[in-house]
C-alpha cells in the first residue's frame, strides 16, 4: 500500500512539552498538506509544503508551529511547548501536481494529538 | 467573510433511495469545489472535483452539480446503500494554488 503514511496514530504529552508528527506522501508525490481537525469541526488548513519549500502557510499559527518537509525523509510539523488546545486530530495530505486545490489530495489516517 | 454551509449535520435515509446532500457558500467565488468521504477516525477520501466552468460531474452512482448563480453545490448517491454511511465534506478552493476551505460535514446514515 503505497498511500499517505502518517505517524504516530496516536501521541500523548504533556503541556509543555514537544510533539512531532510525521507524514510520508505517496509514493511520487512532492505536494504535503497538513490540516487540523477538531471534534464536530471541519478540517482547518495548516500549511502547503513542497520539497524543502514552504509554500502557504497562511494557516499555522506564528508561535509553537513549524513544519518541514527535507529533500529526503518524511514532512514534520513541530509543535512545541503543547498546551491543552493542540489537542486535535492532525491529518497530512498529498497530492502529485502542482496546485493546492486543483487536484485531488489523498489524506492519511491522522495524528491523534492529546494533551494531558 | 467566507462561510460554507452543508444543509445539515446528519441525513437519514432508507437503502435504495437518493441521498442529496448539500453544501452552500457565501462571499466566495470558489474556481474549484470538491466532495470528501470521511470514516470515522480514518482520513478523508476523494470522490469528486468539479470546476467552475461545469455544471455537473458523475462517477458511477454519485453526481455532483455546481451552480455559481445560487453558490450551491449538490451531491447525489443514487441507489444508497448502508456501506455509504459516512461523513461527507465538501471543500472549496479560490485557485488552482489556494488552500481548500473545508465545510463541517453532513454524516449520512443509510439504514437497511
Known amino acids: 500500500n503505497a498511500g499517505v503514511m502518517q505517524n504516530p496514530r496516536h501521541l500523548v504529552r504533556r503541556r509543555g512539552q514537544e510533539a512531532r508528527l510525521r507524514c510520508s506522501p505517496m509514493k511520487g508525490h512532492s505536494h504535503v498538506y497538513w490540516y487540523r481537525q477538531l471534534p464536530e469541526e471541519g478540517l482547518k488548513f495548516m500549511v502547503y509544503?513542497?520539497?524543502?519549500?514552504?509554500?502557504?502557510e497562511s494557516g499555522m499559527p506564528k508561535e509553537r508551529f513549524s513544519a518541514e518537509f527535507p529533500k529526503e525523509g518524511p514532512s514534520i510539523l513541530r509543535i512545541q511547548q503543547v498546551v491543552r488546545g493542540d489537542s486535535a486530530a492532525y491529518f497530512c495530505?498529498?497530492?502529485?501536481?502542482?496546485?493546492?486545490?486543483?487536484?485531488?489530495?489523498?489524506f492519511g489516517d491522522g495524528t491523534r494529538l492529546s494533551i494531558l | 467573510s467566507q462561510k460554507i454551509e452543508q444543509n445539515s449535520e446528519a441525513l437519514n435515509i432508507q437503502e435504495g433511495k437518493t441521498a442529496t446532500l448539500t453544501c452552500n457558500y457565501t462571499n466566495y467565488s470558489p474556481a474549484y469545489l470538491q466532495w470528501y468521504r470521511q470514516d470515522p477516525g480514518r482520513g478523508p477520501v476523494f470522490l469528486l472535483l468539479?470546476?467552475?466552468?461545469?455544471k455537473e460531474k458523475r462517477k458511477e452512482r454519485l453526481k455532483v452539480t455546481f451552480d455559481t448563480t445560487l453558490k450551491q453545490s449538490l451531491f447525489h448517491i443514487t441507489a444508497s446503500q448502508p456501506a455509504d454511511s459516512a461523513t461527507y465534506l465538501c471543500?472549496?478552493?479560490?485557485?488552482?494554488?489556494?488552500?481548500?476551505?473545508f465545510g463541517k460535514g453532513t454524516r449520512l446514515s443509510v439504514i437497511a
Open positions: 468539479i470546476r467552475e466552468n461545469e
Open positions: 495530505a498529498s497530492s502529485g501536481q502542482g496546485g493546492a486545490s486543483n487536484q485531488p489530495q489523498h
Open positions: 509544503l513542497q520539497k524543502e519549500n514552504i509554500i502557504d
Open positions: 471543500a472549496l478552493a479560490f485557485s488552482g494554488n489556494t488552500p481548500l476551505v
